[in-house]
C-alpha cells in the first residue's frame, strides 16, 4: 500500500515536471527573439530626436514583439563607413547613398533582399529609376530606398533682409548669386556664399552640382571603359566663378575646409547667407544644429539656358550585413517597410509617423524628391498636411521650381574617386590665388581616367 | 669490453672532473633538470608576453608583408599580384607631394621643434624656485587628449579676424593670417601645434638628464667666469649628447610617422598641401567607401617602414664616434 502511493506520488511529480518542462520549451520556442541593431541618428542629435527614434522602436517592437530593436548612431562617411565594412561591425541595418549600394551588391557585400522586398506590397509600384539604384548587375535587390533628393540652394532670409535683398525672391542665375553673395558680404560681413571644401569628396560633389547646373557632365559612360570629362569647359567656368568669388569679390568667408556637418551649423548659426546641399538636409539642420526656422529658406539651384543643364539628384538606400541570416534579414526587412516605407504609402502609418516625429519637435514635411511618383508623394503629403511643421511658405521656391527641372544622377563610375579628385581643384582655388584653374582640372582629369580605369 | 660513461665515472669519481664546465652542464641538461632549474616557470611568465608581441606586434606585420603582395579589401577573397601594389604606389602622383611634405614636415620640426625643449629644460634647471611647477606647466599639453587639443588650436587658428591668434595679432595691427586655410601656411601651422604638443615629454627627460651632470664642472666654470651660454654650450650640450642624440633620431622617426595633425587638421588640404605619407596610407587604407586597397596601403607602409630602419641604421653608425666619446 505504501509502495503504491510512492509510486503514485512519484508518478505525480514527474508529470508535474515533465509538464512544466515542455510548457517552458513550448513558450521558449513560440517567444524566440530576434535582434537586430538598426541605424538610428546621427551622433549629437537633441534630446528630442533621440526620444523621437526611441518612440519609433517601441512602436515596432509592440506590433513585432518576436523582434528586439538596438538603435545605434549612425553618419555615413565614407573612410568610416570602409573601415566599418571591413572589420565587419556595421550595424544589422544601415544607410549608403545612391552611390555605393550597387557596387558594394556586386561585390557581395550586401544581403540579397530580393525575397523579402517582392513579399511588399507595394514593391512594384516604386519608381523603377530610384529601385534600380538598390539592384545589382544580376537583377538582385539589396536595398530599398530611404529618400531621394535635389540638390538646393538653402538661403538665410534674414541675411537676405539685411542686405536689403527680397527674402522671397532667392536667385534663378549664377550671376545673381554673385551680386547677392556681395551684398549680403558688405551689409553683413558674413560669407554671402560658402561651400563644402573639405578633402572628403564633399568638395567635388557640390563642385559636379555646379557643372551639372551649367549643363556640364564629369564622365560619359559607364564601367571601367567610362570616359572622365572633368575638364570639361563648364567645369573650367564653374571652377573659374568659384575663384572670382574667393579672390575678386571676397564673399566666400574665410573658411574654405567646411565639410557637410560644419557647413551645416555655420548656417544654421547664421553666418552663412548661400550655400548648396541636398533638399532635404533641413532635418539635420534642426535635429543637429538647432536652426531658427524664421531665417531658412529654400530654393532650386540656378540652371543656365541650354538643354543638359540641370540639377544633381541623389539619395540615400537602406541596406541589410551580408551575413546576416534569415531571420535577421526578415527582422531587417520589416522595420526598413514600417520605419522608412510605410509612411510613405499607408495612410494610417504616415499619419502615426508624422505624430510621433511632431512629438519629438521633429520636422515633418521636409522636401524631397518622390520614390514612387509625383501622385503618390503629393498624396502621402496631403495625409500628413494638419502635422506638416516645416516652413513651407519659405520653401515655396524649391517646391515649386524642382518639378520643373532636370534631375540627373551622380557620375556613374567611380564615383566617390571622380569626387574625391575634385576636392583638389576646388580647395587649390579657394586657398590659391594664382591656382591655375585649367591645369589643375587636366590634372584631375587623368587622375580620375586612372582611378576609373582600375575600378576604383 | 663495457664502456663506461665518463659522466658517471667523474659523478663517483672523487677525482677533479675532465670536461670542461659547459660541457658537463650540457652533458646534464634534461628536461627534467630544466624543469626543476625553473625552466618551466620562466616560460609561464614569458607566455604572456610572447603572446601578446605575437599577436599584436609580429602577427600583423607578417600580415602586412602578405597583404603587400596581395589584392584584398578584406571582404572578397584575396589574390595575389606580386609586386603590383608597389608599382602602383610609386606611380601614384601624391606620392612625391606626401614624400615631400612629411620631409618638411620634420625639418621644420627639428629646426624649430627640436631645440625648444632644450633650451626649456636648461631654464628650468637654471631655475632657483618653482621648478615643479615650471614641469608641470611644461608637461600639460602632453596630458591633453590630442583629438581636444587639436579642437582647441583649431579654434585658434580660424582664419577670420575674429580667430585667437589673428586677434592678439590685431592688437599689434599684423593678419588677420589665413593660418589653415592656405596652402603656404598650412603645414607651418601644424609644425607649430605638434612642437607645443610634444615638447613636455623631452622636456621631462632633459630635465632628468640634466640631474646627472655634476654640478663641480658648472661651479668650476662659473669661478672662471663662463656665462650662461659658454656653460650650455660647454658643459651641458656635450654632457647630454647621448640622450640628445637618442631624441633626435626618435623625433625624426616620430615626424616621418606624422598623422594626427594632418588627419584632424586638415585632411591632408589644402589641395594636399598638407599630405604625408600615413596619411596616403590612410586614404588607401580608409578612403574608398567601396573598400580599401589595403594592398597598396600596406605595400607603402613597408616602403617608410624600410627607409626608417636603413636612416636609423645610418644615423647610429654615423653618430656612433660621437656619442661613445
Known amino acids: 500500500m505504501k509502495s503504491t502511493r510512492m509510486t503514485a506520488l512519484l508518478a505525480v511529480i514527474v508529470t508535474s515536471l515533465l509538464a512544466v518542462f515542455a510548457s517552458s520549451v513550448s513558450s521558449a520556442a513560440t517567444t524566440k527573439t530576434t535582434t537586430i541593431s538598426v541605424v538610428s541618428l546621427i551622433p549629437g ?136 553673395a ?59 566663378m568659384l575663384k572670382k568669388m574667393r579672390w575678386t569679390d571676397n564673399t566666400m568667408g574665410s573658411n574654405f575646409d567646411m565639410g557637410w556637418s560644419d557647413i551645416n551649423q555655420a548656417f544654421a548659426a547664421g553666418n552663412v547667407g548661400m550655400y548648396i546641399n541636398g533638399s532635404d538636409v533641413y532635418t539635420n539642420l534642426v535635429s543637429a544644429s538647432n536652426i531658427d526656422p524664421s531665417i531658412y529658406g529654400l530654393a532650386p539651384i540656378p540652371l543656365a539656358k541650354n538643354k543638359t543643364a540641370g540639377v544633381l539628384g541623389g539619395g540615400t538606400l537602406v541596406a541589410v550585413r551580408p551575413d546576416a541570416n534569415a531571420a535577421a534579414r526578415a527582422a531587417a526587412v520589416k522595420w526598413i517597410d514600417f520605419y522608412y516605407e510605410r509612411p510613405l504609402v499607408d495612410k494610417a502609418q504616415a499619419i502615426r509617423n508624422a505624430k510621433t516625429l511632431v512629438a519629438g519637435k521633429q520636422p515633418v514635411g521636409v522636401p ?42 551622380e557620375p556613374a563610375a567611380s564615383t566617390q574617386s571622380v569626387y574625391k579628385t575634385l576636392d583638389g581643384p576646388v580647395q587649390a582655388v579657394l586657398t590659391d590665388k594664382n591656382a591655375n584653374v585649367q591645369q589643375l582640372l587636366d590634372q584631375a582629369n587623368s587622375t580620375a581616367q586612372a582611378q576609373i580605369s582600375a575600378g576604383k | 669490453m663495457a664502456t663506461v660513461d665518463p659522466i658517471d665515472v667523474h659523478w663517483t669519481d672523487s677525482e677533479p672532473a675532465v670536461l670542461s664546465g659547459r660541457e658537463y652542464r650540457r652533458a646534464r641538461r634534461t ?24 599577436a599584436f606586434s609580429w602577427y600583423p606585420i607578417v600580415r602586412t608583408v602578405i597583404m603587400s603582395v596581395q589584392h584584398t579589401n578584406l571582404v572578397s577573397p584575396a589574390t595575389w599580384v606580386g609586386l603590383d601594389n608597389f608599382r602602383a604606389v610609386l606611380n601614384d602622383p601624391v606620392l612625391p607631394k606626401a614624400v615631400e611634405n612629411t620631409a618638411e614636415f620634420a625639418g621644420l620640426a627639428l629646426i624649430f621643434g627640436y631645440p625648444v625643449p632644450l633650451v626649456a629644460a636648461v631654464l628650468m634647471s637654471e631655475a632657483r624656485r618653482f621648478r615643479g611647477v615650471y614641469s608641470a606647466l611644461a608637461y600639460l599639453p602632453v596630458v591633453i587628449p590630442p583629438v581636444v587639443a587639436v579642437l582647441l588650436w583649431k579654434t585658434f587658428y580660424d582664419a577670420s579676424p575674429t580667430g585667437v591668434f589673428n586677434t592678439i595679432l590685431g592688437w599689434v595691427h599684423l593678419g588677420p593670417y589665413p593660418w ?37 664642472l658648472y661651479e668650476a666654470a662659473s669661478v672662471d667666469g663662463a656665462s650662461l651660454w659658454r656653460k650650455v654650450w660647454h658643459i651641458t650640450i656635450p654632457q647630454l649628447r647621448g640622450v640628445l642624440l637618442l631624441t633626435m633620431i626618435l623625433q625624426i622617426i616620430g615626424t616621418a610617422q606624422v598623422f594626427l595633425e594632418p588627419y584632424l587638421f586638415t585632411s591632408g588640404g589644402p589641395a594636399n598641401a598638407t599630405v604625408t605619407v600615413l596619411l596616403m596610407i590612410y586614404n588607401y587604407a580608409f578612403g574608398n567607401s567601396l573598400g580599401g586597397d589595403y594592398g597598396s596601403a600596406t605595400a607603402l607602409s613597408l616602403m617608410l617602414a624600410a627607409f626608417l630602419a636603413l636612416f636609423s641604421l645610418l644615423y647610429l653608425r654615423l653618430t656612433r664616434s660621437w656619442s661613445s666619446k
Open chain 2, 180 to 216: 589653415l586655410q592656405s596652402q603656404q601656411t598650412a603645414l607651418p601651422s601644424l609644425v607649430l601645434e605638434s612642437t607645443w604638443a610634444n615638447a613636455g615629454g623631452t622636456v621631462i627627460i632633459y630635465l632628468a638628464a640634466l640631474t646627472g651632470v655634476n654640478r663641480e
Open chain 1, 368 to 409: 524631397a524628391l518622390p520614390l514612387f511618383n509625383k501622385a503618390q508623394y503629393d498624396l502621402a503629403n496631403t495625409w500628413i498636411k494638419p502635422y506638416i511643421n516645416v516652413p513651407l511658405a519659405q520653401m515655396k521656391p524649391f517646391n515649386t521650381g524642382i518639378f520643373n527641372q532636370q534631375v540627373i544622377a
Open chain 1, 45 to 180: 542629435s537633441t534630446p528630442e530626436a533621440i526620444a523621437q527614434f526611441n518612440n519609433q522602436v517601441a512602436a515596432f517592437e509592440k506590433a513585432n514583439p518576436s523582434i528586439k530593436v538596438k538603435p545605434i548612431e549612425y553618419q555615413w562617411t565614407g573612410p568610416t563607413f570602409a573601415a566599418k565594412l571591413a572589420a565587419g561591425t556595421l550595424p544589422t541595418v544601415f544607410e549608403v547613398p545612391f552611390t555605393d549600394a550597387r557596387s558594394l551588391g556586386d561585390n557581395g557585400q550586401l544581403a540579397d533582399l530580393t525575397a523579402e522586398i517582392k513579399q511588399l506590397p507595394y514593391y512594384s509600384k516604386y519608381n523603377k529609376a530610384v529601385l534600380a539604384e538598390g539592384t545589382t548587375a544580376k537583377g538582385k535587390i539589396i536595398a530599398l530606398p530611404k529618400g531621394a533628393y535635389a540638390m538646393a540652394l538653402h538661403y538665410n532670409r534674414k541675411l537676405f533682409t539685411a542686405a536689403g535683398l527680397d527674402p522671397n525672391k532667392p536667385p534663378t542665375t549664377w550671376a545673381q548669386v554673385q551680386s547677392y
Open chain 1, 182 to 240: 556681395r551684398l549680403i558680404t558688405q551689409k553683413t560681413g558674413k560669407a554671402g556664399y560658402a561651400q563644402m571644401g573639405k578633402d572628403d569628396n564633399s568638395a567635388g560633389w557640390v563642385f559636379t552640382t555646379l557643372v551639372y547646373s551649367l549643363g556640364g557632365r564629369m564622365e560619359t559612360g559607364r564601367g571601367t571603359t567610362a570616359k572622365a570629362t572633368l575638364n570639361n569647359a563648364k567645369a573650367v567656368t564653374a571652377l573659374s
Open chain 2, 31 to 54: 628536461p627534467l633538470t630544466w624543469v626543476r632549474g625553473g625552466g618551466l616557470a620562466t616560460l609561464l611568465f614569458l607566455l604572456p608576453m610572447l603572446f601578446v608581441f605575437g
